[in-house]
């Protein structure tokens, strides 16, 4: 039979093995965290390096006419802000109209199964920090050619839901989304306070179900003067982007 000094021997050695054991195992996982924190910094740090880019989304209809102010404005109060800008003439690309058949969520998850123009448009908005749509008021709403491009972008959120303040919107597709910035032009002259609000909740609403962080919207007459156009998108940009 064993004796009692044997036992107590080899208990405390097992006791000093498993202590070590415990140690090397607390160790791993403080290393394994700490490389986690340390990845997790490295890319906010690089994510603040990097240069932020815009995507204007210019939905104008026939000569353009009617937005190409407000998207040389923007421009220039991105760029001065440091944002790179680019912008899209969608009048000037072809794109399909979406079929409603929710293929991009349910075959080809991600990507639209209309293999045209529309695929890359919906890349550059979920590769964008800021989406910018600037649009023909109509009906306090976006024009023909804004609205085709937006409704082929839903790629980019899941076919899941989630509770938003108690209300149910899609799952973001990626750990991070554009924010949002609308801006109307009214050809009507006077700016329809209907319209305005009816806009602004527009874009408020798809911000929330395309997940965008943060959201401005600002409405421009067309009679308004080039001082009251920039002011007004100044402001908006200040408001979406922070500062």
């Known amino acids: 039979m064993m004796s009692c000094r044997f036992r107590r021997v ?14 090397t195992r607390r160790s791993g996982r403080t290393t394994g965290r700490a490389s986690r924190l340390e990845r997790r910094r490295r890319l906010r740090y690089d994510a603040g390096m990097r240069e932020k880019e815009a995507l204007v989304l210019d939905g104008g209809l026939g000569d353009g006419s009617l937005t190409h102010g407000a998207c040389e404005i923007v421009g220039v109060a991105l760029k001065g802000a440091g944002w790179r800008v680019r912008r899209l ?23 639209c199964v209309i293999d045209d123009a529309g695929r890359d448009v919906a890349r550059q908005i979920a590769q964008s920090d800021l989406l910018v749509y600037i649009t023909p008021l109509t009906f306090g709403g976006y024009s023909s050619e804004l609205k085709k491009a937006l ?48 806009f602004e909740t527009l874009v408020h609403r798809n911000a929330i179900n395309m997940a965008a962080p943060r959201n401005a919207t600002c409405v421009l007459g067309v009679t308004d003067d080039d001082e009251i156009k920039t002011g007004r998108i100044e402001r908006a940009v200040r408001r979406v982007i922070g500062s």
Do not use: Q
């Open 151 to 198: 409704d082929r972008s839903i790629p980019n959120i899941l076919p899941l839901f989630r509770r938003v303040k108690g209300e149910v919107h899609h799952v973001k597709r990626y750990a991070r989304h554009p924010r949002l910035l609308g801006i109307g032009v009214s050809a009507k002259g006077p700016i329809d306070p209907e319209d305005e609000e009816l």
């Open 89 to 111: 003439a969608l009048r000037e690309i072809d794109i399909a109209p979406c079929l409603g058949c929710f293929g991009c969520w349910v075959k080809t998850p991600g990507v």
């Open 10 to 23: 080899a208990w405390r050695r097992m006791a000093v093995k498993a202590e070590c054991l415990r140690k």
